[in-house]
Nanobody
Framework: QVQLVESGGGLVQAGGSLRLSCAASRRTFSLYAMGWFRRSPGKNREFVAAIRWSGGGIYYADSVKGRFTISGDNAKNTVSLQMNSLKPEDTAVYYC?????????????????????WGQGTQVTVSS
């Protein structure tokens, strides 16, 4: 089991930046991967970015590529999401997610079902 706690959300103007952090209650290097998803009103949960500890690998949704950066700190058991050049359409509740190793089967970072642990979410609002 692992508990995830997000922080860093808030209100920002378009073009601004925010940095989200996710603290894990377990050693992050013991996890297979961690990621960020978001959900806007009336929409399904959407993949944002993920980092795979085992074997390396960083993944981004096309909509955030070049603007968002995911990074991890195993010493602090945290994963962060630096969000630059924010747009009103980035407004959403952002969720941190994590998963254990899956026994070697193929893994899809953008699928919510791959992740067994979720945080409570943090609101990000981008005003125009």
């Amino acid at each position: 089991q692992v508990q995830l706690v997000e922080s860093g959300g808030g209100l920002v103007q378009a073009g601004g930046s925010l940095r989200l952090s996710c603290a894990a209650s377990r050693r992050t290097f013991s996890l297979y991967a961690m990621g960020w998803f978001r959900r806007s009103p009336g929409k399904n949960r959407e993949f944002v970015a993920a980092i795979r500890w085992s074997g390396g690998g960083i993944y981004y949704a096309d909509s955030v590529k070049g603007r968002f950066t995911i990074s991890g700190d195993n010493a602090k058991n945290t994963v962060s999401l630096q969000m630059n050049s924010l747009k009103p359409e980035d407004t959403a509740v952002y969720y941190c997610a994590a998963c254990d190793a899956n026994g070697g089967r193929s893994w899809s970072p953008a699928l919510p079902a791959e992740y067994g642990y979720w945080g409570q979410g943090t609101q990000v609002t981008v005003s125009s």
